[in-house]
Every structure is written in structure tokens, then in C-alpha cells.
């Protein structure tokens, strides 16, 4: 349960937070309101099956209880806590858009042989119902071979779950492995200006041309 904050303002903030409280606001169908809830509590709830998007029984003073999701929070930069957190109200009926973490399991087989696996996009937008929403959502990449990629179309994502993204966007790819050189190797570029028996920069004859020039004026 959280309580209404009759009393706003950066102290009162200060005040609730050393009480072990987080303000925040929950986002109504009507209007906003002004609560403050437990850490602990919230930390619980949101660090459950259902992560960052778990559907939250939001009960005011003792009322009706106001089914939300998380919109935004705050951490302290240095404990690590929950300063700040925003909710919003929803209709389980209706879909929301969330966002939701990608992880890719599994190694690639192009890693195996020497390449390096790349993720480009690490959370994907999606919309669904409230509570089919899914928390993560994890990507095989043991098949992708060197020079390979795989695209944000290829998620295999929950029914009823929409990708809101553009399928064709890479997700991960395996770049080719990177070419050590051999001790004593010259580096490229070099061996081509050595048989060429140091011959001048053509600035530098071009200064010499010149200053031949004015030598026999």
C-alpha cells in the first residue's frame, strides 16, 4: 500500500526518503497524485518475475487498489537506492508499450572460430497487454557464423506480443577475427616507401624545384 503526500516539496522528499520512503507519483486515468511507498517494497516488486514491467496493485490510503506499471524512476548515484519513482495507471484490457531487455544466450559459432559478437540493440520496444508483457527476452545466437548477422525481426517474441521496431535492425552480428602481424612485420604502407628508395615527398620537390629556381635569379 502507499500513501498520499499532502506535503510536497525537496524537504519533505529528504524527510521520507531517511524513513526509508520513495515519493513519486502515480499517474491516474483522472489525475496525478502524490504517494510515497516503502523501498523495500518497491525494490521487491520490481526485482520479481516480472522485472522492470511487472503490473503493480497500487492501493492509496487504503482504496481501491489502482493496477500500474512503472513509468520512470531515480537512483542514487552512490547507494544505489530508489529516489524517485513514477507510476502510471492502466486498464489490463488495454495494451501499453514497454520496453524490454534483450539478452543473447548461447555461443556463436563464428566466436568459436576467432570472431568477435557484437550487440547493437540491448532492449526492444514492444507493445501488449499489461500483464503479457515479458520481462526479458532472451536470442540464440549459437548459429551465427563470421560475417553474420541477426536482425530485431528474428525474436521470436511471446502471443500477443507486437514489436514496435523496425525488423530489419541489427540485433547482433560476429565481425571477422582481427589480423595480428607477424613479428617483425612491417606495417602496411611501410615496405612500398622502402623500395622506393626514399624518394622525396612531391611537396618537398616541388620546395626544391623553387629554390633551384631562385638560386639562378
Not at 510515497?36 to 521487491?44: P, T, V, Y
Request: aromatic share 2%; hydrophobic share 40%; charged share 25%.
Amino acid at each position: 500500500m502507499v500513501q498520499n503526500r499532502a506535503v510536497l516539496g525537496s524537504a519533505e522528499s529528504r524527510r521520507l526518503r531517511r524513513q526509508g520512503l520513495v515519493p513519486g507519483v502515480l499517474y491516474g486515468r483522472e489525475r496525478p497524485i502524490a504517494i510515497s511507498i516503502g523501498e523495500r517494497d518497491l525494490r521487491a516488486a520490481l526485482t520479481g518475475e516480472s522485472g522492470a514491467n511487472a503490473v503493480l496493485d497500487v492501493v492509496v490510503d487504503g482504496g481501491s487498489a489502482h493496477a500500474s506499471v512503472l513509468k520512470d524512476y531515480q537512483r542514487d548515484a552512490v547507494r544505489g537506492t530508489i529516489t524517485h519513482v513514477d507510476l502510471q495507471e492502466v486498464r489490463l484490457d488495454q495494451p501499453i508499450h514497454a520496453t524490454v531487455p534483450v539478452h543473447l544466450v548461447g555461443e556463436a559459432a563464428g566466436s568459436k572460430a576467432g570472431g568477435v559478437l557484437t550487440q547493437t540493440v540491448t532492449e526492444i520496444n514492444v507493445e501488449a497487454l499489461p500483464m503479457e508483457v515479458p520481462a526479458t527476452v532472451d536470442f540464440d545466437v549459437s548459429g551465427l557464423e563470421v560475417g553474420a548477422s541477426a536482425h530485431l525481426g528474428e525474436i521470436a517474441l511471446p502471443a500477443g506480443v507486437k514489436l514496435l521496431d523496425d525488423p530489419d535492425a541489427t540485433l547482433a552480428s560476429v565481425m571477422q577475427p582481427t589480423r595480428e602481424e607477424e613479428p617483425g612485420e612491417a606495417p602496411a604502407g611501410e615496405g612500398d616507401a622502402a623500395a622506393a628508395g626514399g624518394a622525396a615527398e612531391p611537396e618537398a620537390e616541388a620546395e626544391a624545384a623553387a629554390g633551384g629556381d631562385s638560386s639562378e635569379e
